[in-house]
């Protein structure tokens, strides 16, 4: 009767064991590297970036579509980020000419003519380049 009854003990401490082993390995969150899956994750790291990227220009074109007489006749180019150049029509009807552009945030956009040019260049030092 004492043998069954070590059994009984040890019977239970590896059930338990095992209990927590495997209550460990499903909480896990590391997983074994599977081939092919840095192939993805690269493409979905490349594509997260893209959209950033499309993100920062869109808002900052919208920023410089604010200041301008006729925000629709703006056309944009080499952009990057916040940061441009940008063509629109003047007070007369006429178009100015491409001239860059730098919209960070919110509260600062600048388009090259429209602001002392060391501000201007200040800021486009420090965010676009």
């Not at 896990?28 to 493409?43: H, I, M, R």
Request: aromatic fraction near 10%; proline fraction near 3%.
């Amino acid at each position: 009767m004492k043998r069954s009854g070590k059994t009984g003990w040890f019977t239970w401490l590896v059930t338990i064991a095992f209990i927590a082993f495997g209550i460990a390995f499903c909480v896990s969150d590391k997983s074994p590297p599977v081939a092919g899956n840095t192939a993805k994750d690269e493409k979905s790291a490349q594509r997260d970036a893209e959209l950033a990227e499309a993100r920062k220009q869109r808002q900052g074109q919208e920023r410089i579509r604010a200041q301008l007489r006729d925000e629709g006749s703006a056309e944009f180019r080499n952009a990057k980020g916040y940061c441009g150049e940008v063509n629109a029509k003047n007070a007369y009807g006429a178009s100015a000419g491409f001239v860059r552009y730098v919209a960070p945030n919110d509260h600062m956009s600048l388009i090259e003519g429209q602001a002392p040019q060391d501000i201007f260049d200040e800021t486009w030092n420090a965010a676009c380049k």
